[in-house]
């Protein structure tokens, strides 16, 4: 079973970081500056995971393969690793499908 893991960056801010079973990151999020608005965004993730059409799939410009989960309103929810092939792009997104619906909460911030 997955689980999101809160933390605290060196600069203060809080992100969450979606991880599969084998405890591999399969999604990051931006820094925020309360653990509010981070739960708010594990929440945005668990709700918009399952569609499909959430996610932005992209190529960087070094050739890697990455995508982003979107919520609603078209802001990035969570960004994944960069992955060599769009296959492991697209399985990255499928580990988010199925761990983050019921993915516990770690908090390491405290």
């Known amino acids: 079973m997955g ?8 600069n203060g801010e809080v992100q969450f970081n979606l991880k599969a ?4 990151v399969i999604l990051a999020s931006e820094g925020y500056s309360a653990k509010t608005s981070a ?3 594990i929440e945005s993730v668990r709700k918009n995971a399952s569609d499909d059409n959430r996610y932005e799939r ?3 410009k070094n050739g890697k393969f990455m995508f982003n989960l979107k919520a609603s309103n078209g802001q990035v929810i969570g960004t994944s690793e960069l992955y060599e092939s769009a296959s492991g792009r697209d399985k990255g997104i499928e ?9 516990t909460i770690d908090d390491q911030t405290a």
């Open 39 to 41: 739960l708010n965004g």
């Open 58 to 60: 992209k190529e960087s």
């Open 3 to 10: 689980k999101f893991v809160i933390s605290t960056r060196k």
């Open 21 to 24: 079973g084998n405890g591999e």
């Open 95 to 103: 580990s988010v499908k199925r761990n983050a619906p019921d993915a």
